[in-house]
Antibody, heavy 124, light 108 residues
Framework: QVQLQQSGPGLVKPSQTLSLTCAIS??????????WNWIRQSPSRGLEWLGR?????????DYAVSVKSRITINPDTSKNQFSLQLNSVTPEDTAVYYC??????????????WGQGTTVTVSS | EIVLTQSPGTLSLSPGERATLSCRAS???????LAWYQQKPGQAPRLLIY???SRATGIPDRFSGSGSGTDFTLTISRLEPEDFAVYYC?????????FGQGTKVEIK
């Protein structure tokens, strides 16, 4: 059974860096059939995909245009986890942040396992 | 970026009734890349349907998905008390992911 466990601070000051980690159990961050995503949710923006990292003989990243200049998602193979860093945060970045596994099945692609969510507030 | 528009915003129904939720895309979406999720308050989204019409593991057969191109539908044949929640469609396209704004199914 695959599980994702999120960790990281719930309060970040404006202009600083938001950092979250998602620890994977039951699967590998280096899997050739999965991708590892970060999504956030706020009342004003709904569910917003931020980006993903995945391994297909080498590491790849895809990022949402809205955060591309500020975001980094990194795998950590030694700890079987992946991380989110979002720089120069503003109160608009206040949201519940989720990590999720994306898998590719014969019938389609989907996010079948989600972390528990981390509420992050950007405030001084 | 592909925009997904869900309708209606809110659906007020009674247990036992049929729910029909719509998801319309701003451009054509491969059926392989269209999924539906259910979310209850305080919980993460839960995968219901992937590939437009395939039920995820453990999802009851009262949930079904259909559609192609730009128009997709999630149908709940007979609403159970635990089905009252918010439902989102999601698509993958050009290495980017977008979600619809959600349809809330509430008890009438």
């Amino acid at each position: 059974q695959v599980q994702l466990q999120q960790s990281g601070p719930g309060l970040v000051k404006p202009s600083q860096t938001l950092s979250l980690t998602c620890a994977i159990s039951g699967d590998s961050v280096s899997s050739n059939s999965a991708a590892w995503n970060w999504i956030r949710q706020s009342p004003s923006r709904g569910l917003e995909w931020l980006g993903r990292t995945y391994y297909r003989s080498k590491w790849y990243n895809d990022y949402a245009v809205s955060v591309k200049s500020r975001i980094t998602i990194n795998p950590d193979t030694s700890k079987n986890q992946f991380s989110l860093q979002l720089n120069s945060v503003t109160p608009e970045d206040t949201a519940v942040y989720y990590c999720a596994r994306e898998t590719v099945a014969v019938a389609g692609t989907c996010m079948d396992v989600w972390g528990q969510g981390t509420t992050v507030t950007v405030s001084s | 970026e592909i925009v997904l528009t869900q309708s209606p915003g809110t659906l007020s129904l009674s247990p036992g009734e049929r729910a029909t939720l719509s998801c319309r895309a701003s451009q054509s979406v491969s059926s392989s890349y269209l999924a539906w999720y259910q979310q209850k308050p305080g919980q993460a989204p839960r995968l219901l349907i992937y590939g437009a019409s395939s039920r995820a593991t453990g999802i009851p057969d009262r949930f079904s998905g259909s559609g192609s191109g730009t128009d997709f539908t999630l149908t709940i044949s007979r609403l159970e008390p635990e089905d009252f929640a918010v439902y989102y469609c999601q698509q993958y396209g050009s290495s980017r992911v977008t979600f619809g704004q959600g349809t809330k199914v509430e008890i009438k």
